[in-house]
């Protein structure tokens, strides 16, 4: 299954609201590091991202899968 990069990057938008921290994106080769307080992933940018690699994204920050 796949999953849109956007409504991921909503999903970690919505994250970081519910724990009132700030969410800022650095781009940089084929990834944009997210960082949510102190928390830091990685999102691959592509339009479609694998469903495994998005669960494995919104635990690293804490949310719920």
């Known amino acids: 299954n796949i999953v849109k990069r956007k409504e991921l990057m909503k999903r970690l938008a919505r ?10 994106l650095s781009e ?3 990834h944009t590091r997210v960082h ?6 990685y999102v691959p940018r592509r339009s479609e991202i694998n ?5 494995t994204i ?3 920050v804490g949310g719920r899968v």
Do not use: P
Not at 15 to 24: C, Q, Y
Not at 36 to 41: A, H, K, L
């Open 15 to 24: 994250i970081a609201g519910d724990r009132r921290e700030a969410l800022t």
């Open 28 to 30: 940089g080769g084929s």
């Open 36 to 41: 949510i307080g102190r928390t830091v992933t």
């Open 51 to 55: 469903e495994l690699t998005a669960k």
């Open 58 to 60: 919104i635990k690293q």
